[in-house]
């Protein structure tokens, strides 16, 4: 019977895991310092891709044709369905902002998608009217300068994408002293709207079972002011909403000032200061699942010691909602962003003038 000779692994595969190691332990322990940190998703990026690779390099060292050949069928498809959806982004973003024009109000902020396929769109054919109408040399300078721009904006993206995502596992324990529900718009002026809806029965499943699983109650603080459009306080209608669902008069309390996240957080870490004299109170705050990661570096902001918790959202509310939050993260740091602008326009130009001084334009 013919059996398959063990290869051994290179030794320098042994080294080259340090790597990945290394990016990780640096990943595991920025993010348990600090979850709402947006740099953290550079560290778990450089672990994933290094990790990655130096995997299939020890596949490929093991000489295991069934594992090496599943492996590959894996990687092609990850690739086969990155390129596709890469090839139709443009119709991805503009089939979604159909399906909201017809579902949701057609306000700018569920109208991103439609903005931004309509501008994948267009983008080769100013590409092609500059070429025509332009210097070659000034055609390069701004190609350089729009590329690196773009590679900078969705550099944070990414790394946005990738917080985002590994804030949803976040889990905290069931031994709170303070649920934060964050308010959203009413609708009539008066009624919890289905997405409000969600974040309450999120915090109430929350409240109901910690007290199942270690019998302390948490009080739960509904946070809202009101609108201009708007008859009463959210913080009003939310904790009425959560009282017909069975939460006692006791465990509720209203916080009707705020106007925007960090009013939500300010306003209700003032409550809680003026309820408990505990400084060590715990607390959590729920929002959508969308919103948790930006909500989590506002409630720091606010010197609030809390980490959130999502309710569910509709798939196709999705996309507008997380490119909102980007530009709302975006613009927290809007000066240190500017600069690194200001630097790659800089940056371009001397590119392009050591191009054109030095490559025989």
Do not use: C
Request: aromatic letters at 14%.
């Amino acid at each position: 019977m013919n059996q398959q000779a063990w290869v051994p692994i290179p030794a320098v595969l042994y080294w080259l895991w340090l790597i990945p190691i290394f990016f990780g332990i640096s990943f595991g322990v920025a993010y348990h310092h600090e979850k709402r940190r947006l740099s953290n998703g550079i560290w778990f990026n450089l672990f994933l891709y290094s990790f990655l690779p130096v995997t299939a390099m020890t596949i490929l060292g093991t000489d295991n044709h069934p594992l090496i050949i599943v492996s590959v069928a894996i990687f092609v498809i990850f690739l086969l369905f990155v390129g596709v959806a890469f090839a139709l982004q443009a119709l991805l973003l503009l089939w979604n902002a159909w399906i909201v024009w017809k579902r949701e109000s057609h306000s700018l902020a569920n109208m991103l998608t439609l903005v931004l396929g309509i501008a994948i769109l267009i983008l080769p054919f100013f590409s092609g009217w500059l070429s025509t109408h332009l210097p070659a040399l000034a055609v390069e300078y701004i190609t350089l300068t729009v590329n690196f721009i773009l590679f900078y904006v969705l550099f944070w993206f990414y790394n946005y994408l990738t917080m985002l995502v590994l804030y949803q596992f976040n889990h905290p324990k069931y031994n709170q002293d303070y649920i934060i529900v964050l308010g959203a718009g009413l609708l009539n002026g008066d009624q919890v709207s289905p997405l409000l809806g969600q974040r309450i029965d999120r915090g109430l499943t929350f409240y109901r079972k910690q007290i199942k699983k270690t019998g302390k109650i948490a009080k739960m603080i509904f946070s809202g002011g009101q609108g201009g459009d708007e008859k009463i306080p959210e913080g009003t209608a939310m904790l009425s909403y959560a009282l017909k669902q069975g939460l006692p008069k006791t465990d509720g309390l209203a916080e009707v000032e705020s106007t925007n996240t960090y009013q939500n957080m300010i306003y209700s870490k003032k409550i809680i200061d003026e309820d408990n004299d505990n400084n060590d109170s715990k607390a959590i705050f729920v929002t959508n699942g969308y919103h948790t990661f930006r909500a989590g570096m506002v409630a720091k902001q606010a010197g609030l010691k809390a980490d959130g918790i999502g309710a569910h959202t509709a798939k196709f509310f999705l996309p507008n909602a997380i490119i909102r939050e980007y530009i709302a993260i975006f613009m927290r740091n809007k000066y240190w962003h500017a600069a690194a602008i200001v630097l790659i326009v800089i940056g371009s130009g001397v590119l392009t003038w050591i191009s054109y001084r030095y490559g025989g334009k």
